[in-house]
Nanobody, 124 residues
Framework: QVQVVESGGGLVQAGGSLRLSCTAS????????MGWFRQAPGKEREGVSC????????YYSDTVKGRFTISRDNAKNTLYLQMNNLKPEDTAMYYC?????????????????WGQGTQVTVSS
């Protein structure tokens, strides 16, 4: 059974930083593209960042480019999202997701395993 668990969310002031972590079990972690998505109240879930299984290719949405960094440690079965210079508009539930079918795109439709999410709240 595949399990995906996020951690690291919290309350931070604007301009601050947080690092999200995601651990996955029940599958061969280093074979799959993984990503971070977020959903703010009243909005659709959106792709934030994705990383190829070898870590050589990454994607960032325009809204986080230059502030967020995605990385992975395949030896630890862990995905990270370093978030710097946080803004109130980054407030959302953040989800970790896995593309086990190899679609290669950073979209909600491409992901087939999801965590329960970790809340990030940025105060102004």
């Amino acid at each position: 059974q595949v399990q995906v668990v996020e951690s690291g969310g919290g309350l931070v002031q604007a301009g601050g930083s947080l690092r999200l972590s995601c651990t996955a079990s029940g599958l061969t972690f280093d074979r799959y593209t993984m990503g971070w998505f977020r959903q703010a109240p009243g909005k659709e879930r959106e792709g934030v960042s994705c990383i190829h299984w070898r870590g050589l290719i990454t994607y960032y949405s325009d809204t986080v480019k230059g502030r967020f960094t995605i990385s992975r440690d395949n030896a630890k079965n862990t995905l990270y999202l370093q978030m710097n210079n946080l803004k109130p508009e980054d407030t959302a539930m953040y989800y970790c997701a896995i593309d086990s079918l190899g679609s290669g795109s950073c979209t909600e439709r491409a992901m087939d395993y999801w965590g329960q999410g970790t809340q990030v709240t940025v105060s102004s």
